[in-house]
């Protein structure tokens, strides 16, 4: 191969994570906490519970249950155990949660415009679709 495809990703992953991390530490936040929230405002008509949380992000739960504390103490989520199974802790965006996944969509649009540059919208689309396939690969 005339790359290596594993650097590459690791190398965009890293660049993001980076300039994600910067522009979020003015608001105390880190990406992997921003991501739990819009995760949460994307699924906010579910019961979203610490194990669902676990599966999407493939972390383990020591790494969810420090997650879900630091946004709780800020505000940002609360939890409640559930009614049906007590062993169960779901996870819910707060107001200031909601408020501060919506500030953030601005960030987003102009990331994704400068990873995808010239780029067309089917370009666009096939690489959204390889990557894809090669994450249901790996998972």
């Known amino acids: 191969m005339p790359e290596d495809i594993g650097l590459l990703m690791k190398q965009i992953t890293d660049s993001i994570s980076r300039e994600g991390n910067s522009a979020l530490k003015e608001i105390n936040l880190t990406i992997s906490q ?9 699924h906010q008509d579910e019961d979203t519970s610490q194990r669902d949380l676990e599966e999407f992000f493939q972390v383990t739960h020591p790494t969810i249950i ?20 007590r062993r ?24 994704a415009s400068r990873m995808l540059d010239g780029f067309s ?8 679709a390889l990557l894809t396939r090669v994450r249901d690969n790996v998972l």
Do not use: C, P, W
Request: no cysteine.
């Open 34 to 42: 921003m991501r739990m929230l819009e995760y949460l405002e994307d």
């Open 121 to 128: 919208k089917e370009d666009a689309a096939q690489l959204a």
């Open 88 to 111: 169960v802790k779901h996870v819910k965006l707060t107001d200031a949660g909601h408020q501060i996944v919506n500030g953030s969509m601005a960030f987003h649009g102009k990331e």
């Open 66 to 85: 420090g997650l879900v504390k630091r946004l709780e103490e800020k505000g940002y989520v609360s939890t409640e155990i559930s009614a049906v199974d």
